[in-house]
């Protein structure tokens, strides 16, 4: 089992930066990680991951802007968010797949509560 918590989400107005964090109890690096969000009325989507071999790969809405990162000395992951547009305003969830696993959608298995990110138009 596998908890994750998110933090580091707001308000913050467009142009502006925002880092969330993700503690994952137990952390390995066997695992992809990644963040998902959901906005209102829409459906879930992935955002960015981050493979077992530290490869990144990041949804065309947010490439340049985001940045995944993990830190092994505090088994946290990150997502680093710059110039924010309202259209990011979503709840962002952290999640994790089994060990071994692949970053498919259907591969994460564990989900954080998620963490509000609010971009005002």
């Known amino acids: 089992q596998v908890q994750l918590v998110e933090s580091g989400g707001g308000s913050v107005q467009a142009g502006g930066s925002l880092r969330l964090s993700c503690a994952a109890s137990?952390?390995?690096?066997?695992?992809?990680m990644g963040w998902f969000r959901q906005a209102p009325g829409k459906e879930r989507e992935g955002v960015a991951n981050?493979?077992?071999?530290?490869?990144?790969t990041y949804t065309d809405s947010v490439k340049g802007r985001f940045t995944i990162s993990q830190d092994r000395a505090k088994t946290t992951l990150y997502l680093q968010m710059n110039s924010l547009k309202p259209e990011d305003t979503a709840m962002y969830y952290c999640?994790?797949?089994?060990?071994?696993?692949?970053?498919?959608?259907?591969?994460?298995?564990?989900w954080g509560q998620g963490t509000q990110v609010t971009v005002p138009s």
């Open positions: 999640a994790a797949t089994n060990d071994w696993g692949s970053c498919g959608v259907a591969d994460f298995t564990y």
């Open positions: 137990p952390y390995n690096y066997k695992r992809c």
């Open positions: 981050i493979t077992r071999h530290g490869t990144p």
